[in-house]
């Protein structure tokens, strides 16, 4: 299954380059497509060959495409795991052949924490709170309902728990804060539009979205305008990426609050990929720095904005 990419056949670095392993998730969302870029540029400027894969947002593409780095006797496998669990018996299979694994982006729930080396990417429970907490703010000294939906990301994924579980923390003290309905979009901008119609249809009184990512968010403003309604103003949008679509949104009032989730994660893989490959110690968790954009920051961001 998969696409492969970076020409290395085999594995085991014969002319003595690092061969690498990589399962992404898919190309979901424009943060997946930007992660996958950096993963791809960071690779050739290390001076690492890179076997790419592409799981079509499918466990199973992953398990396979893991086995099939296992076979190849790659130096290094990593991946983002679409969802939290069934990795242990694979995990297994790799840590048995002597091949180090290193999560990135998002976790697996394994117990063994002996399965893998490092698990590299964001505190999505935190870009949760984070959401929350502005939402708060938002309606500080205000006792009247705010009826809430909430668009969450593919069901099962660390990111769609967690920015769930942070969400909810975050405005559980203010009982006039209801998430009405929530729902899965799959991170993706077309399905974000599909349910987000079935929220305008069903609510009679929709007053703030918490979308998981931008794509979502993004689909779900093209379901509100086709509704005669005006984002940003009569429905309030809070979303998790920041990617330039998002910011662009955000920058034109369409958003009203995103939180950053970053992509970049290549340079930090390689690094790691090669102090593992030395048997030089590596930080069990390594958390990506980021931070949350209003309006007026989105504005002045967006011209240097990378993805
Ligand atoms: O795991 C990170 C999440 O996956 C991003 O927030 C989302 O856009 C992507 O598809």
Redesign the pocket.
Known sequence: CGDSDGGAEGGGGDDGQIVLGFSQ?GA?????TANTESIKASATAAGIKLQFSDAQGKQENQISDIRGFITQKVDVIAF?PVVTSGWDAVLKEAKDAGIPVILT??AVDSQDTSLYQSFIGSDFKVEGTKAGEWLVKEYEGKTGDVNIVELQ?TTG???AIDRQTGFADAIKANPNLKIVKSQTGD?KRADGKTVMETFLQSVPKIDVLYA????MGLGAIEAIKAAGKKPGQDIKIIT??AVKDGMTALAAGEINFIVE?SPLLGDQLMETVKAVKDGKPVEKRILTKEGTFTQEEAKAALPTRKY
């Open positions: 998730v979901e969302s424009g943060w997946r983002s982006d998002r990301g994924s660390a990111p991170f998981h990512n931008d794509d998790v990426d989730c």
